[in-house]
């Protein structure tokens, strides 16, 4: 049951002391000493929201906000690691900080979308040819919202091309919480056909997708200064080699701000081609493609297309983990491997 606020109410014992027997009382001493972990870190996860965006806090601190007005697509930003460390590049979304490259201006924090959707570009944000307006994805509902230990946000969107026509709609399903000393994002999508066949087209400009902070950069590109990152994924691989390559998980960790911190992102098992594709660039570019079979494995041109049928659906989930310290401090393999049978075992049951 939840509050007026959409909360989970937290429930508190209170005992006067004289009113406890001394077995009560080293039954209660020995509940605080073995188990205090557990409940201090018990996470209270607001979702606020306003006239743009839902704004995310965990224990009264923000996390970030899932902004659905004012871009063409629907972002994440910012998003705010462990010790309110920034996880992201900030530009284009705020300008004016020093050292962050200009590059790629639709790279936008966190997002989902293609470059190649019924043929039509929803990655680039580019206008047609005769100055019509980009594709964009749309919100059609006020997004639903549920608070507690973990953050809930469900929400529907139009894929709108250039001429207004409706090419699919998504919804979306996207949790925030906590994992030890760790913050995440678990993001779930079902891409619809309603109107028509829709076709996921062979292009490496895509899918689930997030621009590292510069310092997490594996090289220097674009006037960025600071980049000090390295890369590793499932299958052993480090730094450049990940590119293109299938793994069920692709970490980037280094220092920001003077602390060490990582961004993993994990492909679930369920997911169409699982282990996915990795469209991960050095100059901070990360996203799971299932699609792009052409660019990523030399496959024929269109090999990688995956057609949804009318009516039909294509559902897709990951999670972004936010944490300090190295991959191997983060122990990133067993976090996927528990996240991963958690996610078998609800399929099962």
């Known amino acids: 049951m939840t509050d007026a606020t959409g909360s989970f109410p937290r429930t508190r014992f209170f005992a006067a002391p004289h009113a406890l027997t001394s077995e009560v009382r080293i039954c209660f001493l020995f509940l605080i000493l073995v188990f205090p972990i557990r409940y201090s870190f018990a996470a209270e996860v607001l979702l606020t929201p306003l006239e743009d965006r839902v704004r995310v806090t965990i224990d009264d601190k923000h996390f970030t906000d899932y902004i659905f007005r004012g871009h063409l697509k629907p972002i994440l930003f910012p998003i705010l690691g462990p010790g309110q460390v920034p996880m992201t590049r900030s530009w284009p979304i705020i300008d004016g900080i020093a050292e962050e490259p200009h590059d790629h201006p639709h790279h936008e924090s966190l997002w989902f979308t293609h470059g190649k959707v019924n043929g039509i570009d929803f990655w680039a944000h580019q206008q047609g040819a005769h100055g019509e307006p980009a594709p964009k994805t749309l919100q059609t509902k006020n997004a639903k919202i549920h608070n507690g230990p973990e953050g809930m946000l469900e929400v529907e969107n139009d894929w709108v091309a250039s001429d207004g026509v409706v090419v699919c709609s ?73 590119w293109g390559k299938r793994a069920a998980w692709v ?99």
């Open 170 to 242: 998504d919804q979306r399903t996207i949790r925030f919480g906590i994992d030890g000393d760790a913050r995440f994002i678990d993001f779930s999508i079902v891409l619809m056909a309603h109107h028509n066949p829709v076709i996921f087209g062979d292009t490496k400009e895509g899918t689930m997708a997030m621009r590292v902070h510069p310092s997490l950069q594996l090289t220097e590109s674009n006037g960025s200064k600071g980049a000090a990152g390295h890369a590793t994924n499932s299958e052993g691989l480090i730094d450049k080699d990940i």
């Open 251 to 349: 970490d980037y960790s280094g220092p920001i701000d003077g602390k060490t911190m990582g961004i993993a992102i994990f492909d679930a098992p369920s997911n169409l081609r699982h282990p996915t594709t990795w469209h991960a660039r050095d100059y901070g570019l990360v996203t799971a493609n299932p699609f792009g079979l052409h660019d990523f494995e030399n496959a024929p041109e269109e090999a990688g297309n995956y057609t949804i049928p009318k009516g039909e659906t294509l559902q897709l989930a990951y999670r972004f983990l936010f944490h300090s310290g190295t991959t191997k401090d983060a122990t990133i393999a067993a976090r996927y491997a528990a996240w991963a049978a958690r996610l078998n075992a609800k399929r099962v049951e």
